[in-house]
């Protein structure tokens, strides 16, 4: 772990903040840098909708399907998912820990007419302060800490009783290395090299696991896969590269 300006314990890698800093005034353009997750996006959140729906006896098909629901979303970039969350009506909270991100995802926020609370904060900093949410949020985020274990305790401290949180991240095997890397990377040039270390992946059951030790239930679990033919990404069983999980705290624990 590293430690932050005020003394408080921090999973930031500081080499990715600032290679994320650096991207930060592309994140609205759906044809640059960002322009996978863009095309990504729609998945993440129905995911997140049709489970927190579930999970609290909502209408996914509702346009205010989230309202009334707290929700924060880590890693939040310059505002993508937590645009979209904020208009099916959550109140949502979204952290990063890169002040170009943050700036950006204001000023979209304003223009959109949104009112989301952009905090260059770590979810640890939250969690020490008391904040707990409905929803817990970490997307595209635990393959860019410095310290994996810390940082889903801290995710899974903000999750209130009765609560969810839903984690994305990338598988550990050959098949990422290939199609995350090699193809993503270096020969389609999705992404700009250097976005990913294959050794930072995780794996389904070592973050189910680090999950379950902090006293979440896991639930559901799916892979993210891409069609070449149709230029879109789908859910899938398939979760060799890209996979999200879900988990809860029962109502009853503390």
């Given at each position: 772990?590293?430690?932050?300006r005020d003394?408080?314990?921090s999973?930031?890698?500081a ?9 930060a005034?592309s994140?609205?353009?759906?044809k640059?840098p ?8 729609p ?11 579930a ?10 399907a989230?309202?009334g629901?707290t929700l924060?979303d ?10 979209p969350?904020a208009?099916?009506?959550a109140a949502?909270?979204?952290l ?6 943050i700036?950006?995802a ?7 007419g ?42 899974c401290a903000?999750?209130r ?9 990338l ?6 290395y290939a199609l995350a890397?090699?193809?993503?990377e270096y020969?389609?040039?999705w ?10 992946f995780?794996t ?9 030790r902090?006293g979440?239930?896991l ?9 070449p ?18 988990a809860?705290r029962p109502?009853?624990?503390?």
């Amino acid at each position: 772990m590293t430690a932050t300006r005020d003394g408080d314990a921090s999973t930031i890698d500081a080499a990715e903040v600032a290679r994320f800093d650096a991207l930060a005034r592309s994140w609205w353009d759906p044809k640059g840098p960002m322009a996978v997750l863009h095309k990504f996006n729609p998945v993440r959140l129905g995911f997140v909708r049709d489970l927190a729906c579930a999970r609290f006896g909502r209408d996914p098909r509702a346009l205010d399907a989230l309202q009334g629901l707290t929700l924060v979303d880590i890693g939040c970039g310059g505002g993508v998912l937590s645009e979209p969350l904020a208009r099916l009506g959550a109140a949502v909270t979204g952290l990063d820990p890169a002040p170009t991100n943050i700036a950006v995802a204001r000023a979209h926020a304003e223009r959109s007419g949104l009112a989301i609370d952009y905090r260059g904060e770590t979810i640890e900093a939250l969690v020490s302060q008391g904040a707990r949410f409905d929803i817990v949020l970490a997307m595209e985020v635990v393959e860019h800490v410095a310290d994996v274990e810390a940082f889903v305790a801290s995710c899974c401290a903000a999750v209130r009783p009765g609560g969810l949180l839903v984690m994305a991240t990338l598988n550990r095997t050959l098949k990422s290395y290939a199609l995350a890397i090699v193809g993503a990377e270096y020969v389609l040039r999705w992404l700009p090299r250097g976005t990913h270390d294959w050794n930072k992946f995780v794996t389904p059951e070592e973050l189910g696991g680090a999950i379950a030790r902090n006293g979440l239930e896991l639930g559901e679990g799916v892979g993210v896969v891409y069609n070449p033919i149709s230029d879109r990404w789908s859910a899938s069983r398939d979760m060799d590269v890209n996979y999200m999980l879900a988990a809860s705290r029962p109502q009853d624990q503390t």
